[in-house]
Structure formats: C-alpha cells, structure tokens
C-alpha cells in the first residue's frame, strides 16, 4: 500500500512569490492534514480538509490556503512568501477525521525555502 | 483544549541501556494518545497509540507506552535501544486535531 506522498521533496522560493505544495493520501482515507515544522518551532497544526471541505485551521495568516480535491488530495499554497515561511511542511491523512480514534500517517513532507 | 507536554527536550542514553521518555497530556474530553518517531530529513512514523482497553500499549521496534489516567501521563519506553533508534520522538493527543508535544531528541551514544 502506497504511503503519504507529497511533491516536491524541496521547494526554493524567495521573498514575496507564491508557493504550491502537494499531497496524495493512502487510498481510502478522506481527511488530510498539513502541518508546519519550523526550526524551533515544533510541529504547527496548520489546515485540516475532510472530504473536500475544510473542518479547521491553525492560528496562520490567510496567506496559508488550501484545498481538497475531489480525489481526497490536496494542495497547500503559501502567498506572499516571508523568510519565516522556510520550514518542513508535513501532510498527513486518515480515515475519516470525524473518528478521532484514527492515527495520522505522515508523508516525509516538502522542505520550503525562502531566500 | 487539550495539550501535549513532553519534560525533556534531550535525552542522552548508551547503547542496550533502557530508556524512557516521558509526555503529560491534559484534556478534557476523550484521550487518543499516540507517539510518533522523526528520523532526520523524513516525515512522522506512527510507533504505538492508545485508544482505550490495555493501559500498555506495545507498538513497533520494541518501544511500549503505558498510560496513566491518574497522572495524566503516556510515557514511552524501550528496554535495550540501539544505535539506530537515534531519531526525535513525539508524543501527540488527539481531539478535532492532533497536537503535538514540542519533541524529545533521543541521541544512542556507543
């Protein structure tokens, strides 16, 4: 079984642009989640998409957005890109979010840099 | 709401030495308790959950966490690690989203 995939693996963008990140969840799971690991920072709950619709956000500017497809993967877009944006970004899905017994299974994320 | 607190950010060991890293949760409603591991330049693998039932919970690479209502904690532990067990670990609660402790950095020393 195909895992977590996300494109690309890293990402060079410098100040103001605009950046795209993907996902592919494992078959079968509905809910995606992508979370933001800077230095320092840990891991930030970013978004949250539960069959196409987004269910929560994390404490981000509205320059995060994203959105679900109906095939269940996602895009992150980050606008007006700032140095501070250069981080890991991790993507994960489950089974339906509403079951919060069900564990995330992570992809090995998109490295975003900023110069 | 709930949250993760993980009491070391470090934790230094010898090789085939046990080991035990430790997480305090609190939440206010239902407890999903899950530690995940981060070896370096890759995303979270998922090592053992706990969901209800068994308060020891066994999970890959010989790790196990036994949860503990009564001092809101879900400790991981491992009897004999190894060298490639070298890798950050994170502990993580579940509600409408899944938080994170800020993570512990497990360094196997030979």
């Known amino acids: 079984e195909a895992g977590v995939t996300q494109s690309p693996t890293h990402l060079i963008k410098t100040r103001g642009q605009q950046a795209t990140l993907r996902c592919s969840p494992i078959?079968?799971?509905?809910?995606v989640y992508w979370y933001q690991q800077a230095l320092g920072l840990g891991l930030q709950f970013l978004l949250w998409y539960d069959e196409g619709e987004e269910r929560n956000r994390g404490n981000f500017p509205p320059r995060f957005s994203g959105r679900q497809f109906p095939n269940y993967s996602s895009e992150l877009n980050v606008n007006a890109l700032e140095l501070e944006d250069s981080a890991l970004y991790l993507c994960?899905?489950?089974?339906?979010?509403?079951?919060?017994?069900?564990?995330?299974?992570f992809g090995n994320g998109t490295r975003l840099t900023v110069t | 709401a709930q949250s993760v607190t993980q009491l070391d950010s470090q934790v230094p060991v010898f090789e085939e030495a046990p080991v035990e890293l430790r997480c305090n949760y609190s939440?206010?409603?239902?407890?999903?308790l899950f530690w995940y591991v981060q070896y370096p330049n890759q995303g979270l693998q998922l090592l053992l959950k706990?969901?209800?039932?068994?308060?020891l919970v066994k999970g890959i690479n010989g790790f196990e966490a036994e949860f503990n209502k009564s001092q809101t904690s879900f400790h991981l532990r491992k009897p004999s690690v190894h060298i490639s067990d070298t890798a950050e670990y994170f502990c993580a609660g579940r509600s409408e989203k899944l938080v994170f402790g800020k993570g512990t950095k497990l360094t196997v020393n030979p």
């Open positions: 939440s206010s409603v239902s407890v999903y």
């Open positions: 078959s079968g799971h509905t809910s």
């Open positions: 994960a899905s489950s089974l339906s979010g509403r079951s919060y017994n069900s564990p995330l299974h």
């Open positions: 706990y969901l209800s039932g068994s308060t």
